[in-house]
């Protein structure tokens, strides 16, 4: 399987405090893409980062990718108690538009 | 949410009943997908399409089966449900092209007793 693992699989911080997610997967990928999930909902997409890229901005979130480690990490600037959720990262390989997500990294920003 | 349904969106059943949970789309994406999220595993991917009479198995796929006969309907059916099926399900679609989003449904809780 080329599913993504989070780490950690929880994280609790105060509000306005950063907060960094990371993602581990296991074969090569065209792109790879974080999702958020507040509780009982659906996931939401959050931004996409290409295999060709190593970083990339969207509002209070930083993407980064490492190839060569086969790893990818999120992290969320000046937290709020709204980003309470759990987050996951989703690779695409290209196979006939199949992703695979991992477990995910559950966020508790305390107000 | 790209006008995405899925109806029912609770529902409990017995097991060895057969069940089917309704995927809609209003935008006619070729790319659908069904997933079950548990608790420690995140998503896992069941069935998905990309087109019509065009499915194949995810990495659960056993116990389900999927049809789509129309660009907008994606249909998941349990054989014959088994407690192990209770669970959240989502559907998805994915928009392709170079951007490729996935935009999910709201889900359907699945009980089996």
């Known amino acids: 399987s080329q599913q993504g693992e989070e780490d950690p699989q929880a994280l609790s911080i105060q509000e306005g405090e950063n907060a960094t997610m990371n993602c581990s997967y296991k074969?090569?990928?065209?792109?790879l893409q974080w999702y958020r999930q507040n509780s009982g909902r659906g996931l939401v997409h959050l931004i996409l980062?290409?295999?060709?890229?190593r970083e990339k901005h969207s509002g209070r979130l930083r993407v980064t990718l490492d190839t060569s480690k086969k790893s990818s990490s999120l992290l969320i600037t000046a937290s709020r108690a709204a980003d309470t959720a759990s987050y996951f990262c989703?690779?695409?390989?290209?196979?006939?538009?199949?992703?695979?997500f991992g477990s995910g990294t559950k966020l508790n920003v305390k107000p | 949410d790209a006008g995405i349904t899925q109806s029912p969106r609770h529902k409990v059943t017995e097991t060895g009943t057969p069940v089917t949970l309704r995927c809609h789309q209003t935008?006619?994406?070729?790319?659908m997908y069904w997933y079950r999220q548990d608790p420690g595993h995140g998503l896992r991917l069941i069935h998905y399409?990309?087109?019509?009479?065009?499915?194949d198995k995810g990495e659960v796929s056993d116990g389900y089966s999927v049809s789509r006969s129309k660009t907008e309907d994606f249909l998941l059916t349990l054989e014959s449900a088994t407690s192990s099926q209770t669970s959240v399900y989502f559907c998805?679609?994915?928009?392709?092209?170079?951007?490729?989003?996935?935009?999910f449904g709201p889900g359907t809780r699945l009980t089996v007793l």
């Open positions: 998805a679609i994915s928009t392709g092209g170079e951007r490729n989003e996935q935009f």
């Open positions: 980062i290409r295999s060709n890229e």
């Open positions: 989703a690779t695409d390989a290209g196979n006939f538009n199949k992703f695979y």
């Open positions: 399409s990309y087109g019509v009479k065009d499915t």
């Open positions: 935008e006619n994406h070729r790319y």
């Open positions: 074969t090569s990928i065209n792109n």
